[in-house]
Every structure is written in C-alpha cells, then in structure tokens.
T-cell receptor, first 115, second 109 residues
Framework: DGGITQSPKYLFRKEGQNVTLSCEQNLNHDAMYWYRQDPGQGLRLIYYSQIVNDFQKGDIAEGYSVSREKKESFPLTVTSAQKNPTAFYLC??????????????FGSGTQLSVL | RKEVEQDPGPFNVPEGATVAFNCTYSNSASQSFFWYRQDCRKEPKLLMSVYSSGNEDGRFTAQLNRASQYISLLIRDSKLSDSATYLCVVSSYGNKLVFGAGTILRVKS
C-alpha cells in the first residue's frame, strides 16, 4: 500500500539532546512537509521541500533542521535549541507544491515529549 | 488576528441533527480551500475541497463566500462516527496551506 510512514510513534527527549523523526513516503511525491500541532492550535509549518536536495523554512523553523537527500525521505531533527519541543509532529506529502485542490497525505504522527 | 479562525466548539449534537461550522480567513488572495477531519491524536484526512460554486458529498455540503471571506461545512443527519475535529484549511502566500485550530464535534446518541 502506498502511503507515508512516520516513526517512532512516541519519542522522549532529554534536555540538551537532539532527536530525529523519520518520514518516508512511497507515493512518488515531489513535495514533503513537516508540521507541528499543539493542543488547541492549528498545524504550523516547520519546513517543506519541493524537490530533492532543496528545502525551505516554514513559519516556525527555529530549533529544527531537515534534509532531503532522497525523494522518499524527509527526516526532521529537533535540536537542543528548540526549547519547547513537546508536540505532535506530522509529516505530509503532495504530488507537487500545493496548488488548487492538491491533496495532502499525512503520516500517522509522532508525539514528542521532554523527559 | 489569525489568518484562519474557527469556533473551537465543542458542538454537542444528537444523532440525526444538522450542524454547521464556519471558518473565516484573512487573505483575500487565497485560492484553495479545504475541510479536513482529524480524530483524536491521529493524522488529518481530507474531507472535501471547497469550490466557488459550493459542493456536496453525501451528507456534507461545503460553501465558499469570497466577499465575506468565509467557508462553511454543513453536516446533515449526524452520525456518531462524525465525532471528530474539523479543520479549515486555506492556501496562503507561496501556495502554503494555513490550518485553523479546528472545531470539535461530538455527536451523542
């Protein structure tokens, strides 16, 4: 089945530690995205990538880093510079950068918590 | 002011009821509009796109009012399984999507 796989489902971070969230898609989509969701708030865009080896900052990129070395993979690293990392992280992809009525496909999410 | 605003609810309705949600957006240049459904701590899933002329999909009807900059979602004959958070999503600059915080719907028997 085609889709997006995020791992792990739950992740715990110690203070000062960098952690990496995995996102893999087999939909052959060009565009991939990382969102953060906090209780009572909408999804906020962290980073996005329209093509391999290229990515752009979203609205809340500080404290995060990404890479896009392969079309199917878009890992997100939450660095120690991110002081409030506890949130639900969602990876998504689309056939191309969102155009009229382009559909977003989401992974099942990673809940990151600070120990 | 947030770019996309929704009433957080919760809307508590009995089975069989008709319920409507509105969502306002501030960017008059927005071109794409969607409603997504999200169950608790799961990924959002596309419910329907919203077209200028309005569109219907079974019990769900979506409408767009560009003059007043809002979109709406109407659910008829509510089912228990409709209980979820409904996210309003609007395209913004650079074709990025902006998500509303969501409206919680609880359908009770």
């Amino acid at each position: 089945d085609g889709g997006i796989t995020q791992s792990p489902k739950y992740l715990f971070r110690k203070e000062g530690q960098n952690v990496t969230l995995s996102c893999e898609q087999n939909l052959n989509h060009d565009a991939m995205y990382w969102y953060r969701q906090d209780p009572g708030q909408g999804l906020r865009l962290i980073y996005y990538s329209q093509i391999v080896n290229d990515f752009q900052k979203g609205d809340i990129a500080e404290g995060y880093s990404v890479s896009r070395e392969k079309k199917e993979s878009f890992p997100l690293t939450v660095t120690s510079a991110q002081k409030n990392p506890t949130a639900f992280y969602l990876c998504a992809s689309s056939d191309r950068m969102i155009a009229t009525n382009e559909k977003l496909f989401f992974g099942s999410g990673t809940q990151l918590s600070v120990l | 002011r947030k770019e996309v605003e929704q009433d957080p609810g919760p809307f508590n309705v009995p089975e069989g009821a008709t319920v409507a949600f509105n969502c306002t957006y501030s960017n008059s240049a927005s071109q794409s509009f969607f409603w997504y459904r999200q169950d608790c701590r799961k990924e959002p899933k596309l419910l329907m796109s919203v077209y200028s002329s309005g569109n219907e999909d079974g019990r769900f009807t979506a409408q767009l009012n560009r003059a007043s900059q809002y979109i709406s979602l109407l659910i008829r004959d509510s089912k228990l399984s409709d209980s979820a958070t409904y996210l309003c999503v609007v395209s913004s600059y650079g074709n990025k999507l902006v998500f509303g915080a969501g409206t919680i719907l609880r359908v009770k028997s």
